[in-house]
């Protein structure tokens, strides 16, 4: 299990320079597949991580939430891209989702596949906070985020919307055979909320487990998976519909944000050029 403390944090910074952006496109890109998100028509893409056109010999470019293949990864992208905006990507923006402790190893990967996409800006954007936008309320409390994969599980403790403490376990739904009961996964979810709770010496953790974590990803789909995590945490929990899907609708909410400052953007002084 790795914490927010092994290794690199994340660049928290969605700065970008958005004079001439007016289109874009939200990406969520996991494990078990990538799914897209467009303003205007929502959900535009849920594929598989590998596909026939990547050719012979190419396997899954993202594994255990970490991209493995940037070239094939790339391509994927830049077809999803293709069919949602088209070849010519001028004026786009992207925001590209990642796990919450990815490592200065994937973001590399990441700037690699996404050199793929052409002119075109990209935002990286943390899962955890693109799920609270889309499910949490504003109200700048501390909030606990559980994201639970194919092939891996987050949980990440927000306060007023910044990453206060955050623990990953390379687990999932994908580990579980046939009609086996999703104990080891609820496990770890119980492991990485104590392992929190106990360095906690401000009352976070528990302010955000008495408002009940919000339970993102595939595994927030599955009622056996949610009624164990809430009957042995004690508390109740929240979710939205369509969780599988939380991430990508939260990124494109980013997403809409940034269009929105991009259209009332003023021009930059030779001086800031």
Request: net charge positive.
């Amino acid at each position: 299990m790795r914490s927010l403390h092994d290794g690199p944090r994340i660049d928290r910074s969605f700065h970008r320079e958005l004079r001439g952006v007016t289109r874009g496109l939200a990406l969520d890109l996991g494990s078990s597949g990538t799914r897209a998100w467009m303003p205007g028509h929502g959900v535009v893409a849920d594929a598989a991580c590998a596909t026939a056109a990547d050719g012979p010999g190419h396997g899954r470019p993202v594994r255990r939430g970490r991209i493995v293949d940037p070239v094939s990864c790339g391509r994927m992208l830049g077809r999803i891209a293709d069919t949602a905006l088209g070849p010519d990507r001028s004026g786009t923006v992207i925001v590209l989702s990642h796990p919450v402790l990815a490592g200065a190893e994937h973001r590399a990967a990441a700037r690699e596949a996404a050199a793929f996409l052409g002119p075109t800006r990209v935002i990286a954007l943390d899962s955890a906070r693109a799920a609270a936008a889309c499910a949490a309320p504003q109200d700048g409390g501390p909030l606990l985020v559980v994201d639970i994969g194919a092939e891996l599980t987050e949980a990440t403790l927000l306060v007023g919307g910044q990453i206060r403490d955050a623990r990953q376990a390379e687990t999932g739904l994908s580990d579980l055979g046939p009609g086996e009961p999703p104990t080891a996964v609820v496990r770890t979810v119980l492991d990485m909320v104590l392992d929190m709770w106990q360095q906690d010496r401000h009352g976070a953790v528990l302010g955000a487990l008495r408002k009940g974590p919000l339970l993102a990803g595939g595994g927030a789909a599955r009622p056996d998976v949610t009624n164990r995590i809430a009957l042995r945490l004690g508390a109740p929990v929240r979710l939205v519909d369509d969780p599988a899907t939380t991430v990508v609708r939260g990124a494109g909410l980013i997403l809409n944000s940034v269009l929105r400052r991009a259209a009332t953007a003023p021009a930059l002084s030779g001086r800031h050029r």
